[in-house]
């Protein structure tokens, strides 16, 4: 089967699950998703699209603005994918949309209308990646990684996070990469989620990016250092070092989120930091979004080869990131780096995990 007919297999079936006769997806990601990595956004920064997909039991239908049509058309060659176009003026872009809706019991991955929300469910469609999918994302990975090492390369004491993170978000859109998430934090600045500010770099930084590419997403976070770095701040990276290291360790097909949320628990205790899981979210499932869905108390998602995660503990003031591959017999890291130390790290009966540490320059 190809890709499109695998999704649309997935869609059919929801469609029998509900006893409902479309399905309705508005949502970037799920856009994306559907057809094989086309942009239905302008606005980099929205959650819905400006074009939606309607797929029936018997047809698959694109509707958008007259603005948009041509696009999508033309250069992410919807129709050649079978995509039939309903086409709305601009100045009602959702005529077309509810007039093929009208009448219909539909589900939707956002509150629409009548349409029953079933937002979840797609997102654990869009998590169970396809080997094509893998591909795209083994090399976005690859693009992400190269982008955070070219940004560090060029940092030097003096520049504000507002220039690293210029200098950051350049380095992907340069390998065609958006940078949906732009984190920088420099010195003391602790906050788990540090938007850039005017601040100045002295000694340290770190940087944070969540790159999409073909609607997929992978995440990657790095910390940089000039000249030695304190012991206490030492010992937070290694910590950090240490439970990203149970987290990977652990991601085994058949295991359940919560279990692996215990793990990271664990990991921080041993770590010296038992308290730290608690200020943030530790990561969890990822494809079209930075999170599909994250790992919570008793969270009873499993893992399954060919899905993507993203773990990002953090101990105040240092964080560990890296997107992994869960396959049959192993992982494998997606987002590695040639340019910072590592640290490996070992668990009876489990592959060793390398992890990045701080770069000093």
Same mark, same amino acid.
């Given at each position: =089967?190809?890709?499109?007919?695998?999704? %649309?297999? $997935?869609?059919? $079936?929801? %469609?029998d699950?509900?006893? /409902?006769?479309?399905?309705?997806?508005?949502?970037?990601? $799920?856009?994306?998703?559907?057809?094989?990595?086309?942009?239905s956004?302008?606005?980099t920064?929205?959650?819905?699209?400006a074009?939606?997909?309607?797929?029936?039991?018997?047809?698959?239908?694109?509707?958008t603005?007259?603005?948009?049509?041509?696009?999508?058309?033309?250069?992410?060659? +919807?129709?050649?994918?079978?995509?039939?176009?309903?086409?709305?003026?601009?100045?009602?872009?959702?005529?077309?949309?509810?007039?093929?809706?009208?009448?219909?019991? *539909?589900?939707?991955d956002?509150?629409?209308?009548?349409?029953?929300?079933?937002?979840?469910?797609?997102?654990?469609?869009?998590?169970?990646?396809?080997p094509?999918?893998?591909?795209?994302?083994?090399?976005?990975?690859?693009?992400?990684?190269?982008?955070? !090492?070219?940004?560090?390369?060029a %940092?030097?004491?003096? =520049?504000?996070?507002?220039?690293?993170?210029?200098?950051?978000?350049?380095?992907?859109?340069?390998r065609?990469?958006?940078?949906?998430?732009n984190?920088?934090?420099?010195?003391?600045?602790?906050?788990?989620?540090?938007?850039?500010? @005017?601040?100045?770099?002295?000694?340290?930084?770190? %940087?944070?990016?969540?790159?999409?590419?073909q609607? +997929?997403?992978? $995440?990657?976070?790095? =910390?940089?250092?000039?000249?030695?770095v304190?012991?206490?701040?030492?010992?937070?990276?290694?910590?950090?070092?240490?439970?990203?290291?149970a *987290?990977?360790?652990? !991601?085994?097909?058949?295991?359940?989120?919560?279990?692996?949320?215990?793990?990271?628990?664990?990991?921080?205790?041993?770590?010296? *930091?038992?308290?730290?899981?608690?200020?943030h979210?530790?990561?969890?499932?990822?494809?079209?979004?930075?999170?599909?869905?994250? @790992?919570?108390?008793?969270?009873?998602?499993?893992i399954a080869?060919?899905q993507?995660?993203?773990?990002?503990?953090?101990?105040?003031? @240092?964080? =560990?990131?890296? !997107?992994l591959?869960?396959?049959?017999?192993a992982?494998?890291?997606?987002? +590695?780096?040639?340019?910072?130390p590592?640290?490996?790290?070992?668990?009876?009966?489990?592959?060793?995990? !390398?992890? /990045?540490?701080?770069?000093?320059k």
């Amino acid at each position: =089967m190809t890709e499109l007919s695998t999704k %649309l297999t $997935s869609l059919h $079936s929801l %469609l029998d699950k509900h006893g /409902a006769d479309a399905i309705l997806l508005r949502r970037v990601s $799920s856009f994306a998703w559907a057809t094989g990595g086309a942009a239905s956004y302008v606005n980099t920064a929205s959650t819905e699209g400006a074009a939606s997909l309607v797929i029936t039991r018997e047809k698959c239908y694109v509707a958008t603005n007259n603005i948009e049509a041509p696009r999508l058309q033309e250069e992410e060659k +919807l129709a050649k994918q079978g995509w039939e176009f309903v086409l709305s003026p601009w100045a009602t872009p959702l005529k077309g949309l509810n007039e093929l809706l009208a009448g219909t019991t *539909f589900l939707s991955d956002v509150p629409f209308g009548t349409g029953k929300d079933i937002g979840a469910e797609i997102s654990r469609l869009r998590a169970h990646l396809t080997p094509e999918e893998g591909q795209r994302l083994r090399a976005l990975g690859t693009l992400c990684a190269e982008s955070i !090492t070219a940004a560090a390369q060029a %940092l030097q004491p003096g =520049m504000t996070e507002y220039e690293i993170a210029a200098l950051l978000g350049g380095e992907a859109q340069k390998r065609g990469v958006q940078p949906i998430v732009n984190l920088v934090a420099t010195d003391g600045r602790g906050y788990r989620h540090p938007l850039p500010s @005017a601040k100045r770099l002295h000694q340290y930084a770190l %940087l944070v990016l969540s790159g999409r590419r073909q609607g +997929l997403v992978c $995440s990657i976070s790095r =910390m940089l250092h000039f000249g030695k770095v304190p012991a206490e701040l030492e010992r937070k990276i290694r910590a950090a070092a240490q439970v990203n290291a149970a *987290f990977i360790a652990h !991601t085994r097909p058949g295991t359940s989120l919560g279990e692996l949320l215990c793990v990271g628990q664990a990991a921080y205790a041993e770590a010296g *930091f038992p308290a730290e899981w608690q200020h943030h979210h530790q990561g969890g499932v990822t494809g079209y979004e930075p999170r599909e869905y994250i @790992a919570t108390p008793g969270g009873a998602d499993l893992i399954a080869a060919g899905q993507a995660l993203a773990w990002n503990p953090t101990v105040v003031g @240092a964080k =560990m990131e890296d !997107t992994l591959l869960v396959g049959a017999t192993a992982n494998e890291i997606l987002t +590695l780096t040639s340019l910072w130390p590592v640290e490996q790290v070992e668990f009876p009966g489990l592959p060793p995990v !390398t992890c /990045a540490l701080a770069l000093v320059k």
